[in-house]
């Protein structure tokens, strides 16, 4: 007997269905791994009800995926470009790869979310570290190329190795690439779901705007210098985009970049580092405060470096932080004793600002043991490039037909902090 | 955390640098063609900027190097309008744009050869013409054969015919931007 979708129940678009293909991938160990990485690392220290995970984002970015790729196909169907030169089988194709992307596309997360991201190795030859965009394509070809490859209902012959090159490891399929846009693209569904998540479960109004009208404004057009087929919003959906930029700026300024939850991501990060180091000694290896690269020469190799990688997640490092084992950063985190700021530039700063406090503040307090924050630095970076508008004859990049988002400046603040029991001595010095 | 921020100030000043030198140049330098420039860079010369490039329909595409352009434009090193007549962004240098520039002028010393070369080789070209050229760079690798290139090329941008593909990979070939390519006994 054929077996049914099932329907799990969310927070925030009420039902997620899911196929049995998509049920037989969440229940494989590797996924349900999500379960114990949160969302938003240790923000619950700020606001308490930031204990989602992973896991519950993972199905709602698929759900918001569908919604967007749907809307954008009835309008290629309608307007009919040139150039989208999709047959019926390839749209069929790509919605199941869009699903399937959406709902695998944070699969390599470290514990903590984009804190980890910190202790991610740098690849080699460059200077860019790893992320977990790198971590989820080796787990997905590693861990899920049986589950995906050889899944009975999966008509489409989509395989594992496809799937990572749609997320952005090299050459997508044939017509997949414009799909791209709704799993990696400045207006996509990973963005349109975080924000309404974690408005809700922190409980903040500022994260919410308006979905169901973004989606029902959103439409295809050529891209405004290069001509190609691009995902854009009907002039009219103008106010409903506005929307989303202005929450996107708002969760920024007042819940990623809070003062006091980048003093716990830099906390959390020396906690990684530390208990890495340890992990690494107590197998008598080379000790680093990495973890292993996701990929090797060695296919074997590669496996074990993320057999090792998935067993490292939130409760694991609480465990470690609640015995005392994680070092004087997880001590810090266990008693609420967090770094302080005692200097800070102004949200805009000019260069000579954010030049004055690397060069002149923080070398005042570095005995004490003052670091510096650079918001840029921050993981959910606020940026308002690349979202297109139509008006059904030419295509403009967003801020030239708002002037609400044009208004926004980029946010590029730095601070420097110190441990608390230096904080008054800190102040005094800076005086 | 302050080697972030170097990384920062080298970027910036990069960003600054490529609207400078292409204001001297007397040509046009829009958003499209800011991305494309910074991803060549990379790509064909090790310049290492950190930027991670992702392939759209509209060619190699990295957010950060969009959001970066912002800062940048917020801290005087460029400024960016919209030009009704052409159609397009014209990025042009800022008030701050020198003081950007000297706060990494090391780094930046060290790409002026590669920055020239590739002012000189692409600089003049539309918007199209270095999405094009850019797949091509984005998609070769050594030991591929032509025809499986211009193949490749054409699946993403099927608009560009064939022939035309196919003069562009001839053009980076010769220019030594890719290398390696095999000819297909087939053919």
Redesign the interface.
């Known amino acids: 007997m054929p077996r049914r979708d099932k329907e799990v129940r969310c927070p925030i678009h009420g039902f997620v269905r899911l196929t049995p293909f998509e049920q037989d991938i969440i229940d494989h160990p590797p996924y349900q791994r999500l379960r114990r990485i949160r969302q938003l690392a240790l923000t619950e220290m700020v606001y308490p009800g930031a204990t989602h995970t992973r896991f519950e984002h993972s199905l709602g970015v698929m759900h918001v995926a569908s919604l967007m790729f749907d809307q954008v196909r009835s309008e290629i169907k309608r307007i009919g470009p040139a150039n989208a030169n999709f047959t019926s089988d390839d749209l069929d194709k790509a919605r199941v790869m869009v699903r399937l992307a959406a709902l695998l596309h944070d699969v390599g997360h470290a514990p903590f979310s984009h804190a980890g991201e910190e202790v991610m190795p740098t690849i080699r030859g460059q200077r860019r570290r790893h992320d977990h965009e790198d971590y989820s394509a080796a787990i997905i070809r590693q861990f899920f190329a049986d589950v995906i490859d050889n899944h009975p209902d999966n008509v489409h012959r989509i395989t594992a190795n496809e799937l990572c090159e749609f997320l952005g490891q090299g050459r997508p399929p044939k017509n997949m690439l414009f799909w791209r846009e709704l799993i990696k693209g400045q207006m996509d569904a990973d963005r349109a779901d975080y924000l309404l998540r974690d408005s809700h479960h922190i409980g903040v109004a500022y994260g919410r705007y308006d979905l169901h009208r973004l989606i029902a404004t959103l439409t295809v057009a050529p891209h405004p210098e290069t001509e190609e087929l691009s995902v854009a919003v009907e002039e009219g959906g103008i106010q409903t985009v506005e929307g989303l930029i202005i929450a996107r700026y708002m969760m920024f300024t007042q819940v990623y970049f809070h003062h006091t939850r980048r003093a716990y991501d830099h906390h959390i990060t020396e906690v990684l580092k530390f208990v890495l180091e340890q992990d690494y000694r107590s197998r008598g290896e080379q000790p680093s405060q990495t973890f292993l690269p996701p990929t090797a020469v060695d296919e074997n190799q590669s496996r074990s470096n993320l057999e090792r990688y998935l067993n490292w997640t939130d409760p694991v490092v609480w465990e470690m932080i609640d015995t005392g084992r994680a070092g004087p950063h997880g001590d810090l985190i266990r008693l609420r004793r967090h770094d302080r700021v005692v200097a800070r530039t102004s949200a805009t700063p000019t260069p000579k600002e954010v030049l004055s406090l690397q060069k002149d503040t923080l070398p005042m307090v570095a005995d004490l043991g003052g670091w510096l924050d650079l918001a840029d630095a921050a993981w959910y970076k606020f940026d308002k490039a690349g979202i297109f508008v139509t008006d059904g004859r030419k295509t403009y990049e967003l801020p030239d037909r708002s002037a609400v988002v044009k208004g926004l400046e980029p946010v590029f603040q730095a601070r420097v902090y110190v441990p608390l029991d230096r904080e008054e001595k800190a102040k005094t010095k800076l005086q | 955390?302050?080697g972030?921020?170097d990384?920062?100030l080298d970027r910036?000043a990069l960003i600054a640098q490529i609207v400078r030198r292409f204001e001297q140049a007397h040509l046009r330098l829009?958003?499209?063609a800011l991305q494309k420039i910074i991803f060549l860079l990379q790509r064909s010369f090790g310049v290492?900027?950190?930027?991670?490039y992702?392939?759209?329909?509209?060619?190699p595409?990295c957010?950060?190097v969009?959001?970066d352009?912002?800062?940048v434009a917020?801290?005087?090193?460029a400024q960016i309008s919209?030009d009704l007549g052409c159609?397009?962004?014209q990025i042009h240098p800022g008030p701050?744009n020198d003081?950007?520039r000297e706060?990494a002028s090391a780094f930046l010393k060290g790409l002026s050869d590669a920055l020239e070369r590739v002012t000189r080789d692409f600089g003049g070209l539309s918007?199209?013409d270095l999405?094009l050229r850019s797949t091509i760079v984005y998609?070769a690798k050594p030991g591929m054969f032509r025809k499986e290139l211009i193949e490749?090329v054409h699946?993403?941008?099927?608009?560009f015919a064939p022939a035309a593909i196919a003069a562009a990979v001839g053009e980076l070939e010769s220019k030594g931007y890719i290398d390696g390519l095999l000819e297909d006994a087939r053919n």
């Open positions: 955390m302050s972030q921020h990384a920062q910036h829009g958003k499209t290492d900027a950190g930027y991670n992702t392939l759209y329909t509209y060619g595409f957010a950060d969009a959001r352009l912002d800062v917020a801290f005087g090193g919209y159609g397009g962004y701050a003081e950007i706060r918007a199209k999405e998609l490749q699946d993403v941008k099927p608009h």
